[in-house]
């Protein structure tokens, strides 16, 4: 089939283009900044369109020549997304027709009967029943909470678990949710494809354990072989307090937190196991609760995640780069710094790819980590994102708080600030061999102010550069010059 994915940078869609692959399709990859697609292993095999799902010409253009379409957007983290995910739902309804499209396929969530929606939840099944009452055939997929290395609700469980032996939580940890692997929502979303006729319905879709958000904690543990965790659990935590705590103690911001735990306020467990009759169960079955952490658990220790929910934070592509006209005439503050060393630049070269994460950022750790305390305390994405692998950066993936916008190896890697500031800051760090055998370092520190607040945050933290990033020019050209990546 000719298959076009919407959604291609997200944390199911980076996982979902190599498994239609696998299976035969010739897939489109739609991202509204094809860039990030950059590094992907599979880059070479797909075509890359730029398209935004709320702008009909370039849904049209990105859906001409296609049969089927994988719908794996939504607006979460953005103010206003139910209204910005409905729009874009009818978007894409109105154009699938217009193109000839065969199939829509979309993923959501389960939703519990005669119960209130969280506005998460009813935002994602509002979706659904758009595209199902649009005018070309439909398969809704609807989960729960899915497991795999990466996925916001694992990062979620995985830091919980492992960061708080003795914990307290709120009443709705005992509510039953059917939890699923990612690798079984892979197989039913592949298998949608080639459903025959006009079906037109939404399937739930879970794991064979159905388990209260205690049981997943205290297996879990089990799994991961930690000692036996002490929950204790309270009437009064509501769930926006839940999500202070959340965006406190796991990389997860509240601003996912709070409606991932909204999302489970209610029971969330399949109704019937009716796709089945379209697509049959993976060979073997579908994956048990304890099969899918240990998995995901392999892969985060071996740094084999090929995508991870921060992957789909949105970054605008229209965000001014540092070099761009629009500065001009503007005020743009730089901190440059540059060292020599006797290290080939090559081994440079792997030591700037290698920061941050555990590896930290060379220079003064305490500074560092106050900075990611008060961005989380402020609402921001704090430090612990960390990296998706340790030697291996990808345009638009997170690393800590800063988004990657360009490598150019083994030259030039450019990180764009993602934490709470009065402005727009970027971090340029760069090789270029001496002519001797050896290289010379370059580090620019760029900030862009947004009104008086801006200059005066610039000229207070000003006299900390020389420790923060003069250590950090030293640092770096001295750990590649000792050998030690």
């Known amino acids: 089939m000719r298959c076009v994915v919407f959604g291609a940078t997200g944390y199911l869609g980076g996982r979902l283009i190599p498994e ?13 900044t094809p860039a990030k697609l950059a590094g992907v292993d599979w880059r070479d095999r797909v075509e890359v369109v730029r398209g935004d799902v709320t702008d009909p010409g370039s849904v049209a253009e990105a859906l001409r020549g296609q049969e089927v379409v994988y719908y794996l957007v939504h607006s979460l983290s953005q103010r206003g997304f139910a209204e910005i995910d409905r729009r874009a739902a009818h978007v894409l309804a109105d154009s699938a027709k217009d193109a000839g499209v065969t199939r829509i396929v979309y ?5 519990p009967e005669g119960q209130p929606l969280s506005e ?15 005018p070309v055939p439909t398969v809704e997929l609807r989960a729960a909470v899915v497991l795999g290395a990466g996925s916001a609700s694992f990062e979620m469980l995985r830091y919980l678990t492992e960061h708080l032996p003795v914990m307290v939580t709120p009443r709705w940890a005992r509510n039953r949710i059917q939890p699923i692997a990612v690798k079984d929502v892979l197989h039913y979303l592949v298998g949608a494809a080639t459903i025959t006729g006009d079906v037109n319905a939404s399937f739930d879709i879970g794991g064979p354990d159905v388990l209260t958000y205690l049981d997943m904690m205290r297996r879990y543990a089990a799994v991961a072989g930690l000692r036996r965790r002490v929950i204790l659990v ?72 090929p995508t991870r929910w921060s992957d789909a934070t949105p970054g605008s592509p229209s965000d001014p780069m540092p070099l761009d006209p629009v500065w001009s005439g503007g005020s743009l503050y730089e901190d440059v710094r540059e060292s020599r060393t006797r290290a080939d630049p090559q081994a440079l070269w792997e030591v700037v790819e290698s920061i941050g994460g555990e590896r930290g950022w060379y220079s003064f750790p305490l500074a560092w980590s106050v900075r990611g305390w008060i961005d989380r305390l402020t609402g ?29 190896r083994p030259r030039l890697l450019r990180l764009r600030a993602e934490m709470r500031l009065p402005g727009r800051a970027w971090l340029e760090l760069s090789v270029e061999p001496d002519g001797d055998g050896g290289a010379i370092y370059r580090q620019r520190a760029l900030f862009a102010p947004k009104g008086l607040a801006g200059h005066v945050y610039w000229k207070a933290i000003a006299p900390f550069h020389a420790a923060v990033f003069g250590g950090m020019a030293r640092n770096i050209a001295g750990t590649a010059e000792h050998g030690d990546r």
């Not at 696998?22 to 509204?32: C, D, K, L, P, Y």
């Open 234 to 305: 309270v009437p009064v935590l509501t769930p926006w307090l839940s999500a202070q705590w959340i965006n406190l103690v796991t990389p997860v911001p509240k601003t996912i937190a709070l409606p991932l735990i909204e999302s489970l306020i209610s029971e969330v467990v399949c109704r019937d196991h009716a796709i089945a009759e379209y697509v049959p169960d993976p060979e073997g079955g579908l994956t048990g609760y304890e099969t899918a952490i240990a998995m995901a658990l392999a892969r985060v220790r071996r740094a084999d995640v």
């Open 380 to 408: 921001g994405v704090g430090l612990r994102r960390g990296r998706r692998h340790p030697r291996h950066l990808r345009v638009g993936e997170a690393l800590d708080f800063w988004r990657v916008e360009a490598v150019e």
């Open 107 to 111: 993923l959501g969530g389960i939703t």
């Open 20 to 32: 239609l692959l696998a299976a035969g399709h010739e897939v489109r990859a739609v991202a509204r």
């Open 120 to 134: 998460h939840l009813a935002s994602r099944s509002e979706v659904g029943r758009i595209l199902l009452d649009g």
